[in-house]
């Protein structure tokens, strides 16, 4: 059975620094392209980055450029989100998803998602 | 960027209804979409890809159709555990998601 655990998330102040996690299990991890997404409260979803199943081709929400850094450890099955500079607007639940199929030559839908971690920006 | 538009933002339905939902894409997507579902604090859960494609396990109830810029999806007979939030969703270019479309109880 797929899995996809979050944690990391918490109350920090504006500017300050996160890092989120995600733990994986139940398949080849380092096969599958990953990404997160997160959720305001009482909004949409938004794409946040992106991360090939080697690393080798990182993307970023203009909104979180510059400021938000993706990762992933295979040997640890495990997918990180270091998040500095932190902002009001960057309060919202994020989800660890897994991109659907293996296949790096094009964009896929998330066929699995963890369960969220709330990150609230706040002083 | 691609920007993606849901109707209605809110859609009051009763159990057994037929409901249709659309998602509209600022240019063409050919037919890279996916639909999800999201209860109160849950995550998505993917109901369709490429346009009309039922993820397994999904009840046949539910269906997608459209290209290029517009699509809908349609559940053919609401059913209780059907109440829910629906997101569209393009990854032609990066993803975007439309803004939700709450289904509530009329």
């Known amino acids: 059975e797929v899995q996809l655990v979050e944690s990391g998330g918490g109350l920090v102040q504006p500017g300050g620094s996160l890092r989120l996690s995600c733990a994986a299990s139940g398949f080849t991890f380092n096969t599958y392209s990953m990404n997160w997404v997160r959720q305001a409260p009482g909004k949409g979803l938004e794409w946040v980055s992106y991360i090939s199943s080697t690393s080798s081709t990182i993307y970023y929400a203009d909104s979180v450029k510059g400021r938000f850094t993706i990762s992933r450890d295979n040997a640890k099955s495990s997918l990180y989100l270091h998040m500095n500079s932190l902002r009001a607007e960057d309060t919202a639940v994020y989800y660890c998803t897994r991109e659907c199929c293996g296949d790096s030559s094009r964009s896929y839908y998330f066929d699995y998602w963890g369960q969220g971690t709330l990150v609230t920006v706040s002083s | 960027d691609i920007q993606m538009t849901q109707s209605p933002s809110t859609l009051s339905a009763s159990v057994g209804d037929r409901v249709t939902i659309t998602c509209r894409a600022s240019?063409?997507?050919?037919?890279?979409l996916a639909w999800y579902q999201q209860k109160p604090g849950k995550a998505p859960k993917v109901l369709i890809y490429?346009?009309?494609s039922l993820e397994s396990g999904v009840p046949s109830r539910f269906s997608g159709s459209g290209s290029g810029t517009e699509f809908t999806l349609t559940i053919s007979s609401l059913q209780p555990d059907d109440f829910a939030t629906y997101h569209c969703q393009q990854y032609q270019s990066y993803w975007t998601f439309g803004q939700g479309t709450k289904v509530e109880t009329k």
């Open positions: 240019q063409s997507i050919s037919s890279w």
């Open positions: 490429k346009a009309s």
